[in-house]
Structures are given as C-alpha cells and as structure tokens.
C-alpha cells in the first residue's frame, strides 16, 4: 500500500503511530506491510496473529481484536485477485467459519470496466473479503465500510478537499460504493452495504 495516505486518515480522525495509523480499533500499516492485510473479529482483548497461505499463494496474516467502539468508517475491506475462485472459496469459508453472503458470476465490474467472477464474504463490522477471479493473483484494493450513504457521501467531500480522484460511484453487489484513487495509484472504495446485504 505504497505512497502518502497521511491526508486520508487524518481527515478521518486516525491518529500516526511510529509503524501505522489507528483509529483505536483498526490499524492501517501503508508501506511497511504492503503485500498484508488484517481480518478483524471480536475475539479477545490483545492483537494475536497467525499465518495462513491460501491455494493461491496468498500469504495471509489472521489478526484478531475486539472491536472496543461504533464508528463512522471501518476499514475492513479487502479484495484479492486468486486465480483458483472454487478453491479459494473453499478455504475462506473454513478460514472465516462463514459462507459467501454473494456470489456474482460475469458480474459487471467499474474497476475493469468488464466482466468478473467473484465471491464476497461479509459479516460486519468484522470483515469484508472480495475474492476476484483475476490475474494477477495478489492484493487488489482495500475498502472502508461506512454507516450508511450518508457517510460515503461524506467521504466524497473529503477526498474532494484532499484532491484524491473520483473513480466511480453507485450502487454494485448490494452496496452503495465510492471508488477513488489512492495514492499507490489503485482504486479503493468507500461502501455501505444494503440491509439486505447486512442481514444475510
């Protein structure tokens, strides 16, 4: 997660610790853990971690924390690109203990303009992991999950006054979205995910 992200978070009230930013609950590490991300659940009361690799290859960090507070935005949005979409289903639904909440097959996709297969396991405030059948297989973009419209709405004036662009904004795979473009150059998105969505 290269570049300057500073602006961002401190317009979203996250405070700069020596190695990351946090907003008291999640933590957002930019360069110094690039290829890694962090799944929170209310597990506990200490940051405890272990590591797993998908059939893809992807190494990934498993970090668990309770959840101490409500919060207007919480990053816990990743996308991956696998290039095996059945077998990589298969290990996040024993990884996460969850099924997909949705499955779309050649869904309409803003980010590449086209087609894509992908799978979205989802129980919020926790966790938000978007599985795209896709090469390369790897990281593909972080998302932040936000009250209501209404917040992503607010997300789009910050990122005006921080002169981050707009990439696309609507309704796709049951949430309202806000892609804009960040400073490692890849597009990140803003969501608030529809009742429907919440409750499955």
Known sequence: MEGQWGPLFRMLGWRKNRYFYTDGDGRFYGNFYAPSFALEERIGEAWDSRYESSPSGLKVPVYTKKILSERKYILNHVAVNVSDLEAEQKWWQALLNAEPALSVKQGWDPIINGP???IHFYKSPFFYITLRGQEPVGLHHIGFEARDKGAVLDAKEILKKIDWEIYWEGAIDESYVL???????????FFSASDELRER
């Open 116 to 118: 894509l297969d992908a």
């Open 179 to 189: 892609h804009f473009k960040g400073p490692d150059g890849r597009i990140h998105d």
